[in-house]
């Protein structure tokens, strides 16, 4: 599975954001996918993810309720809604697919995309 993020850019405080994944290869839809985040000086952080049908969903405690992940599997693609964004959501935001490690949560994936920044400004 090859990932495209795409969507970033900067935003003020209590806006929104919508990045999405384009996917390509046959497995897409076999495979869970999450999104991820890195802010400068922390390590990568679990954010979303998504069974394989999208049916079910997981989010990181702070992002719950204000972030929607989402996934088309005729388009292939992967959505992330963002809304009421924070300045503590700054970061560059990087699509996974095949999840693996222990956990719904975990941070360990087989395929990663480029990643795309998010900036919110206060």
């Known amino acids: 599975v090859q990932l495209q993020a795409s969507g970033g850019g900067l935003v003020q405080a209590g806006g929104s954001l919508r990045l999405s994944c384009a996917a390509s290869?046959?497995?897409?839809?076999?495979?869970?996918m999450g999104w991820l985040r890195q802010a400068p000086g922390n390590e990568r952080e679990f954010v979303a993810r998504?069974?394989?049908?999208?049916?079910?969903?997981y989010y990181a405690d702070s992002v719950e309720g204000r972030f929607t992940i989402s996934r088309d599997n005729v388009k292939n693609t992967m959505y992330l809604q963002m809304n009421s964004l924070k300045p503590e959501d700054t970061a560059v935001y990087y699509c996974?697919?095949?999840?693996?490690?222990?956990?719904?949560?975990?941070?360990?994936?087989?395929?990663w995309g480029q990643g795309t920044q998010v900036t919110v400004s206060s």
């Open positions: 996974a697919a095949d999840p693996r490690g222990y956990g719904v949560y975990t941070t360990q994936y087989n395929y």
């Open positions: 290869g046959r497995t897409f839809s076999s495979v869970a």
């Open positions: 998504a069974s394989q049908s999208g049916e079910i969903t």
